[in-house]
Nanobody, 126 residues
């Protein structure tokens, strides 16, 4: 079973930037997607962004479009989330996830992902 190890969280003021990393413990086989989700205190987990590892197709939540960029480094088995123009409402625990799919179009629902990392806290102050 592949394990996902996340890093890069922290505290930043509104308008700042952070980059999250999610390293897989081993190369993953098959057609799969990796994604970022987040959960703020008292709120449900929400989708942030996803990427299909083979095709590179990406999909973003409307709330982060134009500000966040999901990317990958296949040689390092690592997923990234570059977060720019951060807002206080971006404050949450961010988790990366991996899931297999029959399509190269990555899904945006949590049940589509079976392997989860334990993400860092991102705090954005006003």
């Amino acid at each position: 079973q592949v394990q996902l190890v996340e890093s890069g969280g922290g505290s930043v003021q509104a308008g700042g930037s952070l980059r999250l990393s999610c390293a897989a413990s081993r190369r993953t086989r098959g057609n799969y997607n990796m994604a970022w989700f987040r959960q703020a205190p008292g709120k449900e987990r929400e989708f942030v962004a996803t990427i299909n590892w083979s095709s590179g197709n990406t999909f973003y939540a409307d709330s982060v479009k134009g500000r966040f960029t999901i990317s990958k480094d296949s040689a390092k088995n690592t997923l990234y989330l570059q977060m720019n123009s951060l807002k206080p409402e971006d404050t949450a625990v961010y988790s990366c996830a991996l899931g297999w799919s029959l399509s190269t179009v990555p899904p945006n629902t949590a049940p589509s992902y079976g392997i989860w990392g334990q993400g860092p806290q991102v705090t954005v102050s006003s």
